[in-house]
């Protein structure tokens, strides 16, 4: 069965510094892969995907992620974080389980 | 589009009560997923339906727990007999049938404490 690793259970960072949020993946087929952010409370919303093509995937709030299947790794990156960035990040999977698979976060404290 | 609405967003509920959740997926989404998240974890998947027909249950999922999608709109979750583990963040979310490797849209949640 696939599944996902989140190497890093909590990342701080000052505002404006870069960041990078590192997940594995574990699979024998092809997978698709996801990232989420989740705000205090809230649900969880669909920073970005990959499905195939491009290995550099852009999201929004100007995240990306680079598939590495070499590596089977899908690390999320920011060039330059903001308070607002300070969140739970999880890594998702989809594969033949037909259903997501998720890793068990990564928070981003970010601080002036 | 008014995305994925779950109610309520809170409930505290004595231990050993029932308790029942409410999910509205988005109107044209035929799959409808239900979620539980307990502090400091990822979502771990617990059931989920296409249309009216429930097609997958966890082990997560005890007898405790049942899950209906009665018209193959919105669906509920029903708790009986709570306990003091069953105290988490549950989510729902919904996706089309045939682009449901495109990723969830995640309602709210609701977070249920059992005391």
């Known amino acids: 069965a696939q599944s996902v690793t989140q190497l890093d259970s909590q990342v701080p960072v000052f505002e404006e510094a870069p960041v990078e949020l590192r997940c594995n993946y574990s699979?024998?087929?092809?997978?698709?892969l996801f990232w989420y952010v989740q705000y205090p409370n809230q649900g969880l919303q669909l920073l970005l995907k990959y499905l195939s093509g491009s290995t550099l995937v852009k999201g929004i709030n100007g995240f990306e992620a680079e598939f590495n299947k070499s590596q089977t790794s899908f690390h999320l990156r920011k060039p330059s974080v903001h308070i607002s960035d300070t969140a739970e990040y999880f890594c998702a999977s989809w594969g033949t389980a037909s259903k997501l698979t998720f890793g068990t976060g990564t928070r981003l404290q970010v601080t002036l | 589009d008014t995305g994925v609405s779950q109610d309520p967003r809170h409930k505290i509920t004595k231990r050993g009560q029932n308790v029942t959740f409410r999910c509205d997926p988005i109107?044209?989404?035929?799959?409808l997923y239900w979620y539980r998240q307990t502090l400091g974890q990822g979502p771990e998947f617990l059931t989920y339906f296409q249309n009216e027909a429930q097609l997958e249950k966890s082990r997560l999922l005890s007898d405790r727990f049942s899950a209906e999608r009665p018209k193959g709109s919105f669906s509920t979750l029903e708790i009986q007999r709570t306990e003091q583990g069953d105290s988490a963040m549950y989510l729902c979310?919904?996706?089309?049938?045939?682009?449901?490797?495109?990723?969830?849209?995640f309602g709210s949640g609701t977070r249920l404490t059992v005391v």
């Open positions: 699979s024998s087929v092809s997978v698709y």
């Open positions: 109107s044209e989404h035929n799959r």
């Open positions: 979310a919904s996706s089309p049938r045939d682009r449901s490797f495109y990723g969830y849209t």
